[in-house]
């Protein structure tokens, strides 16, 4: 007699030959119910070849097929039996989906992470050879699991997959000679280094020649990873002459990733050769015809410039750098505004004041609001290099300039630099300087912009100390509450809500208490409530007199407003005094 407890599974399984692909769909996701039921035996046996038989369907289903089975390892009894579930993913590793593919694959790299070596040896290199030796689909596939199966293989295993990848390597269908130059640099952190340089490294040097070009962008991307398993010599001899060539290819693509091996091709080089075949190489990318290739060169700007001596950089880069501020291109702009000033350590305080200096107060004045941010995001760099006299007296006037532009993104940048403006400035300066700014910004149009100002303010004030904000910041904020705007008004109780932590007591009972009790006679039910709110937050830093006097009075009124949200707000807040 059949265990009725298994009739739910049953209408599962059904489901799973279901017409309705939503249906099957839902099955697939619920197979590890499935298994629970049936155990691990029953799984083995029953389920997995009913999956393998299930394959050919919708890639929505197969993809979430692909992702179930890489979590069933315990389901089938563990380790020891986590070689049942290759069979149906190695028929998901043959399908034409990519992303499909692609799961699949991970899914078998991570079954066969649970599998003893011995294992792996049986069920997962006969599963790749006869990937690679199945269509172009399967054979992509094959090409991510090589590093995978080397390492456990035995030494005559090795030399076949060996000869089986560079096979694939060159291999006639262009999909399958790109998923193995993916394939190179992973691989050949499995092998040993004497295959690295007979095997690896002359398939590397072929496949950057490559007649595709989609090839060729992928092959070369290789060359930073290869250079460290690599000799000096045998990086000079064979993978620079490959990668200067993919510098020069007709295709800006192939470009685009060979001008970004170069900073770790001449790590390995030394400065000698980075300077003298590198550098001109680079200064080439730099001004290429292509901006998605120059931004890419300008990216590695730092990164290329501390491989080679000082001298180099100050003669031959730093004018090119000059020449970039003023690139047509704003995302070539914007590199530049992000890499600029890590160039002030190679070059020193007073090469980076007159000769980098300049070129950032350019950019920060730039038409394009993405550049004003990359640059305004390096702020702090700038400060620790040129001290605070240069900062006052070069760098503000064009903070104010930013403080009100007209990109509240810009704007917003700005105020989150201002704590650390503060620190620098000190406190006279500050409030000189940028005091009256933070008051503009809490009446700002933009709520992401009051937001933030709020936070400046109480971090200001807790930096200078309690005596400075009740002096400075308190009058100036509460002068505020007499706006027309009622969202200023709102804005101003949040902020006093923000300072009430940094001030004394007595400046809170003083001076803010009073105004946010005239808020709560507000017109506006918004700012009522608001100021309820506020009050509660009032009471936490408040004598016990002043809230027996004062909050609950105030609160108690509030409770018997005529808008809903008020009376809501206050009862919370009188509750939370009690």
Request: some cysteine; aromatic content about 4%.
């Amino acid at each position: 007699m059949e265990d009725p407890t298994l009739a739910p599974i049953a209408l599962l399984i059904d489901s799973l030959r279901s017409q309705d692909a939503a249906q099957r769909l839902a099955s697939v996701k619920k197979l590890s119910t499935i298994a629970l039921a049936l155990g691990e035996e029953r799984t083995r046996r029953e389920l997995i070849p009913f999956v393998n038989e299930s394959v050919d369907d919708e890639d929505e289903i197969l993809l979430a097929l692909a992702e179930e089975l890489a979590e069933f390892v315990p389901l089938v009894g563990g380790s020891q039996h986590a070689h049942f579930l290759l069979p149906p993913l190695e028929s998901l590793a043959t399908v034409d989906e990519t992303v499909v593919r692609e799961r699949a694959v991970a899914s078998i790299v991570s079954v066969t992470g649970h599998m003893a070596p011995a294992s792996v040896q049986e069920h997962l290199l006969p599963l790749l050879q006869r990937l690679a030796g199945r269509e172009w689909p399967a054979r992509v596939s094959a090409c991510k699991l090589f590093a995978t199966a080397y390492l456990p293989a035995t030494e005559l295993n090795r030399a076949d997959l060996r000869a089986s990848f560079l096979k694939l390597c060159h291999d006639e269908t262009p999909m399958v000679r790109r998923a193995a130059a993916q394939a190179l640099a992973p691989f050949a952190e499995a092998l040993e280094p004497p295959h690295i340089r007979e095997d690896i490294l002359p398939s590397f040097v072929d496949l950057t020649q490559d007649d595709q070009d989609s090839v060729r962008l992928i092959a070369v991307e290789a060359a930073g990873a290869l250079a460290k398993m690599l000799s000096r010599e045998e990086v000079a001899a064979s993978a620079m002459p490959a990668v200067m060539q993919c510098s020069q290819d007709k295709s800006w693509r192939v470009r685009f990733n060979a001008v970004q091996q170069l900073p770790a091709l001449g790590e390995v080089l030394g400065t000698e050769t980075a300077s003298s075949d590198l550098l001109p190489l680079y200064l080439q990318l730099l001004r290429d015809n292509e901006p998605e290739v120059r931004t890419a060169a300008t990216s590695k700007l730092s990164s290329f410039a501390r491989l080679i001596p000082a001298s180099d950089v100050t003669s031959q880069l730093l004018p090119r750098v000059k020449e970039i501020g003023g690139d047509a291109n704003q995302l070539v702009r914007s590199a530049l505004a992000t890499v600029v000033m890590e160039l002030a350590p190679v070059l020193g305080k007073n090469d980076t004041v007159e000769q980098l200096l300049p070129l950032f107060l350019s950019l920060l004045k730039d038409d394009w609001p993405d550049v004003r941010l990359a640059i305004i995001g390096k702020l702090q760099a700038v400060n620790q290099v040129i001290g605070i006299e240069l900062l006052a007296q070069t760098l503000l006037p064009a903070v104010e300039d930013l403080a009100t532009d007209k990109h509240w993104r810009v704007r917003q940048a700005i105020i989150e630099h201002t704590p650390m403006l503060a620190t620098q400035l000190g406190a006279d300066l500050f409030q000189q300087k940028l005091g009256k700014q933070c008051m503009q910004w809490l009446q700002d149009s933009v709520y992401s912009i009051r937001e933030a100002a709020i936070h400046v303010l109480q971090a200001i004030a807790k930096e200078f100390g309690a005596d400075w904000a009740r002096e400075h910041i308190v009058p100036q904020v509460l002068s505020l509450m007499n706006s027309d705007n009622y969202l200023h008004r709102m804005t101003v109780l949040a902020a006093v809500g923000a300072l009430s932590t940094c001030v004394t007591r007595e400046v809170v009972q003083m001076s803010m208490l009073p105004a946010v009790v005239a808020c709560c006679k507000d017109r506006t039910p918004n700012v009522r409530f608001n100021a309820a709110k506020i009050m509660q937050q009032l009471a936490t830093v408040s004598d016990g007199p002043a809230i027996q006097h004062t909050i609950k009075p105030c609160l108690a009124e509030l409770s018997a407003d005529g808008d809903a949200d008020v009376r809501f707000y206050a009862a919370a807040a009188a509750a939370a005094c009690q």
